[in-house]
C-alpha cells in the first residue's frame, strides 16, 4: 500500500456475451482488453496512482486502482465511457487508505 494512494476507484465492465460460467469469450476477452487499454491511458493522463488489479467473475470484469484523494471522478468516468461505446462502464471510488481489498485478494490468491 501508499498511503499517498488512498482511494480505491475502481471501474466495472459487465459482460456483453458472458458464457454459462461467467467468464468472457474469446471475442469479447479480446474486446477487454481493448477497453483495460482506454481504462489504464484515461487514468494515468488524469492522475498518479497504482492499477492493482483486474478481475473477471460473474459476467464482469473489473479494474482497480489507487489513487490521490483529489480526482475528478465524474469527469474521469464520462471520457472513459465516451471513449469505450461498446460496453457499459461502472464506476466506484472509495477510502481505502490501508489497501485492504488489495491485501484480501492478494491473500486469497496466496491460500489458493
Known sequence: GDARL???LGF??????????????????A?????EDVIVRAVGDRTPGVFALAITTHGMREFVFYVPERVDFGEL???????????EVQCMAEHDAAWQAYRDFAMAERDA
Not at 460460467?21 to 474469446?26: E, R
Not at 474486446?31 to 477497453?35: F, K, N, Q, T
Not at 465511457?81 to 461498446?86: K, L, S
Open 77 to 87: 468516468h464520462d471520457a472513459i465511457e465516451r471513449a469505450v461505446g461498446t460496453h
Open 31 to 35: 474486446r477487454l482488453g481493448e477497453i
Open 12 to 29: 466495472a465492465v459487465p459482460l456483453a456475451d458472458p458464457q454459462p460460467d461467467g467468464l468472457p469469450t474469446v471475442k469479447e476477452n
Open 6 to 8: 488512498p482511494i480505491k
